[in-house]
């Protein structure tokens, strides 16, 4: 009698005579070969991909392209509407049912996807196509189909979303476009910031020059006022020093009209003596009139 070991991740279905016997993930029993029949359904994660061609809402064609994960989460529901049953000895499924089972799933998640593509227009789905992943899972979780075959889709990746050669064409060339440009605008940019930060030099620099005109201005009045005050002082000065020597002056006019001639004459020769005047001429007549001479007192009177 041979024996059966169900592999881990896979819920066996074992039936004797068309009834139930057996069941569990990763059973084992003895059966025989005659009358049994004996069913797995994988309980692991299983991935498919899919790739279909659209039209946008702007009647643009483009190419999608993604895949899905999805598991079987209810196997008795599972096992009765595929045929899961498997060669005891390779232990291999005997029909088909699991590879129409992932087209129907890419039927399903193609449909999803293609009214999320229609919606949009041709450049919403080449910029945001991983957005829309999340609308597709919802869609394909309400088939009903997929609830009655126990299985339950996980996720749903939209790896990319492309147009035909040509358009792609024009869009890279219409991108190029737009990069030039902003590479123009951020050269002029950069050239009106230069522009812009040697004005702002200038005008610093202006700026210094009228502050150090103004400040020579400032000292040149200065300057000047204190030439005026200098002079004011220096005149102030000659002023009362010529005072001082006009009353000097004076002075000694008044002392000299208090001597008589005999003492100025006096006085007279002996300064030049000093000077050191070696010889001196005095005629009849300047000695007859300092002899005659009055005094100033005298003279004072007589008049």
Not at 13 to 41: C, D, Q
Not at 71 to 78: D, G, N, V
Not at 150 to 167: F, K, N
């Amino acid at each position: 009698m041979p024996y059966f070991q169900g592999p881990t991740t896979g819920y066996v279905f074992h039936y004797v005579g068309g009834k139930l016997r057996h069941e569990g993930p990763g059973a084992t029993f003895w059966y025989m070969r005659f009358n049994s029949t004996i069913a797995v359904v994988p309980t692991n994660l299983q991935d498919a991909s899919f790739v279909f061609h659209d039209v946008s809402s702007d009647q643009q064609t483009v190419t999608c392209q993604g895949q899905f994960s999805y598991r079987f989460a209810q196997p008795a529901q599972a096992v009765k509407t595929l045929n899961l049953t498997v060669n005891p000895n390779t232990g291999a499924h005997v029909a088909t049912d699991m590879d129409k089972l992932s087209q129907r799933l890419g039927n399903a998640v193609r449909l999803a996807a293609s009214a999320e593509i229609q919606k949009r227009n041709l450049a919403t789905n080449l910029r945001d196509f991983s957005e829309f992943s999340q609308q597709i899972l919802e869609r394909v979780k309400q088939d009903p189909a997929l609830t009655e075959s126990g299985i339950e889709v996980l996720t749903v990746s939209v790896l990319s979303v492309q147009p035909i050669p040509e358009v792609a064409k024009a869009l890279e060339a219409e991108f190029r476009e737009g990069l030039l440009r902003k590479a123009d605008e951020a050269i002029y940019a950069r050239r009106a910031a230069s522009v812009d930060e040697e004005r702002k030099i200038k005008e610093k620099e202006l700026a210094t020059e009228l502050a150090i005109a103004e400040g020579k201005k400032k000292l040149i009045e200065q300057e000047g006022q204190n030439a005026i005050s200098q002079a004011e002082a220096r005149g102030k000065a000659l002023e009362i020093e010529s005072q001082y020597k006009n009353d000097q002056l004076k002075a000694e006019l008044d002392l000299w009209n208090t001597m008589d001639a005999a003492h100025i004459a006096a006085l007279g020769f002996r300064m030049l003596g000093a000077k050191g005047a070696n010889n001196l001429t005095i005629t009849s007549e300047v000695l007859s009139a300092l002899l005659t001479a009055k005094p100033p007192a005298e003279t004072d009177a007589e008049v």
